[in-house]
């Protein structure tokens, strides 16, 4: 490319383009991801979430609800007890208390 002004502008318009595919590549990369966490967790969960820190994984929802199932989690309708709002799921294996904040976030926002 010469080295005149039109050059200088192909350049630079060659590098915009470049910079956008870029980002359009980041977000549909970015897409793929999970979501993460809402940073209301804790607050939603209440005493629960500490709980779910402390307890041994991998768990299933069965051994949940025998050892937490009278904790209140704040819902959309209100507060339900975790025995409540796991009683429509099946019995299902947790590897963390990440997975479970995760499931129960689900269940209370629909």
Avoid: W
Avoid at 8 to 28: G, I
Avoid at 33 to 44: F, I, N, V
Avoid at 48 to 66: R, S
């Amino acid at each position: 490319m010469a080295d005149d002004k039109q050059g200088r502008n192909e350049q630079a318009d060659d590098e915009k383009r470049r910079q956008r595919e870029r980002m359009q590549k980041e977000a549909r990369t970015r897409a793929d991801e999970e979501e993460p966490m809402r940073a209301d967790s804790g607050e939603r969960l209440g005493d629960l979430d500490e709980a779910l820190e402390t307890h041994n994984y991998p768990t299933t929802t069965d051994k949940l609800v025998e050892a937490y199932g009278d904790y209140e989690i704040e819902t959309q309708g209100g507060t339900e007890t975790l025995d409540e709002v796991l009683a429509a799921t099946d019995n299902q294996t947790y590897d963390s208390a990440y997975d479970v904040r995760r499931r129960l976030l689900e269940l209370i926002h629909h």
